[in-house]
């Protein structure tokens, strides 16, 4: 009963930006953490950043001072602002939540968004 529908991919230039919005809805009681993943052609799926409870950002090596997360707890949505976006950055990328459904469920469960295309030209 939950869905994360991810929008705003699309083919850019280098150094150029984009903006991804991740956008979670269904029976949702609290979420945990919130990230962003990407998956580039013949590689692992790997982590970009993430926003776990009322923490701060964490992000990866290849993210970090380009790419600025954040989240919107009253919208239940996570975004990415990626700017001097690079060629190496093209991947499909996912967003992804740990979610508690109701309040009589004590654990959190890992949810997965369809995914939406980043294509960096050079």
């Known amino acids: 009963q939950v869905r994360l529908v991810e929008s705003g991919g699309g083919l850019v230039q280098a150094g150029e930006s984009l903006k991804l919005s991740c956008q979670a809805s269904?029976?949702?009681?609290?979420?945990?953490?919130m990230a962003w993943y990407r998956q580039a052609p013949g590689k692992e799926r790997e982590l970009v950043a993430n926003?776990?409870?009322?923490?701060?950002?964490i992000y990866t090596h290849s993210a970090k001072g380009r790419f600025t997360i954040s989240r919107d707890n009253a919208k239940n949505a996570v975004y990415l602002q990626m700017n001097s976006l690079k060629p190496s950055d093209t991947a499909v990328y996912y967003c992804?939540?740990?979610?508690?459904?109701?309040?009589?469920?004590?654990?959190?469960?890992?949810?997965w968004g369809q995914g939406t295309q980043v294509t960096v030209s050079s």
């Open positions: 926003i776990i409870g009322e923490g701060g950002p």
């Open positions: 992804y939540a740990d979610i508690r459904p109701t309040a009589s469920v004590y654990s959190f469960t890992p949810y």
């Open positions: 269904g029976t949702i009681f609290e979420i945990n953490s």
